[in-house]
């Protein structure tokens, strides 16, 4: 039996972990707060952030991070993109030395414009065969709640890759592997600015013409941005790329597709976010990725129009009216 410590006990984490549990792994689950490491104990659920999902029994959860780690073969980094640093920092001390380490965040870091998985390199000096991410449709709520999904996991190293593969793999959750961390880290960071932006277009009542085209042209940003990074061409085609966006950009479930919507709708920044009590990654990463694009000199009109909305206060009309009004160009 694997035993495998996630740290992070968000609506994502304490799915995962029951997708580990189900999987036959021993799972502890960290809480950073210990009020609500006590009341999933209690309760044998996570009513702040998956209410009514029975956690299984073999999810052990606490508040204290090295008893969390103690003896783990595998780190499951469960955290928001931005705070993934800082708490790396924290872990750092009791992070066990050979277990493999897999980032479930989807976002480029503000200022270093760095991917989580170089984050992890950067901060613990773990080697790529210690490095791996999770990526995919990956609706926290739908896969708590056991409903078929399919999944990448991403290594440099194929063998560890395939090893995860088995440790996370259950009759309703398929996961692939993938050698190309480049491509799957930037698509899933990408598709939660670009659901931004089909959030906006439903706010304002926009048809699925023009959602359509966010989502076939944000697909064809990413892809370009990938590309100059070294990303392989055809993972944006799978699950890691057309998947994910498909499903971040057209489910009610997704946080960024929500706030986007709020600001289609007329709602401020600052309200939008309220309204959500979960992290939004696209939100603080469009602003990241679109500085990533400008450092590769790579054009990312609709990153750059979501930019101007969460960050300089642009309306969603005057977004459109700049995206629809650009220069004629082929499409290849």
């Known amino acids: 039996m694997t035993r495998v410590a996630v740290l992070g006990s968000g609506s994502w984490g304490t799915a995962f972990s029951i997708v580990l549990a189900d999987a036959g792994a021993s799972v502890s689950l960290w809480a950073r707060r210990p009020e609500l490491s006590s009341a999933i104990a209690a309760a044998g659920e996570n009513s702040a952030y998956l209410p009514g999902v029975p956690v299984p029994p073999s999810v052990v959860p606490t508040a204290d991070v090295a008893e969390a780690l103690d003896g783990a073969e595998v780190v499951v980094l469960a955290v928001p993109a931005q705070t993934l640093r ?19 965040a989807k976002g480029i870091e ?26 995919g449709p990956n609706l926290a709520r739908e896969i708590a709640s ?3 999904s399919a999944s990448v996991v991403a290594c440099a190293d194929e063998e560890v890759a395939e090893r995860l593969q088995d440790v996370v793999r259950t009759p309703w959750f398929r996961p692939y592997t993938n050698s190309d961390v480049v491509g799957c880290e930037l698509a899933g960071a990408i598709k939660n600015v670009i659901a931004l932006a089909v ?35 055809l993972t944006f085609a799978g699950l890691a790329g057309l998947g994910d966006l498909v499903a971040t950009c057209y489910s009610p479930l997704s946080r960024n597709r929500s706030i986007g919507e709020r600001l289609g709708q007329g709602a401020a920044l600052a309200e939008a976010v309220a309204s ?13 990725v679109l500085e ?41």
Do not use: W, Y
């Not at 450092?295 to 629809?324: F, N």
């Open 199 to 233: 959030g906006m277009a439903a706010g304002m009542g926009l048809g699925d013409n023009a959602k359509a085209s966010l989502v076939t042209r944000g697909l064809a940003e990413t892809a370009r941005l990938g590309s100059r990074l070294g990303a392989n061409p």
């Open 146 to 148: 056991r409903q078929p």
């Open 276 to 288: 959500l009590s979960q992290t939004a990654e696209g939100v603080k990463s469009a602003e990241s």
């Open 110 to 135: 503000l200022h270093s414009c760095k991917r989580m998985s170089e984050v992890v390199a950067e901060t613990t000096g773990a080697p790529p065969e210690r490095i791996a991410v999770l990526t």
């Open 292 to 332: 990533l694009a400008s450092l590769h000199e790579v054009d990312m009109p609709i990153a750059e129009q979501v930019v101007r909305v969460v960050r300089d206060g642009a309306s969603p009309r005057e977004a459109v009216e700049a995206l629809m009004t650009r220069s004629a160009k082929p499409e290849l």
């Open 86 to 104: 800082s708490n790396l920092e924290q872990f750092a001390p009791v992070l066990p030395s050979s277990a493999v380490l897999l980032s479930l």
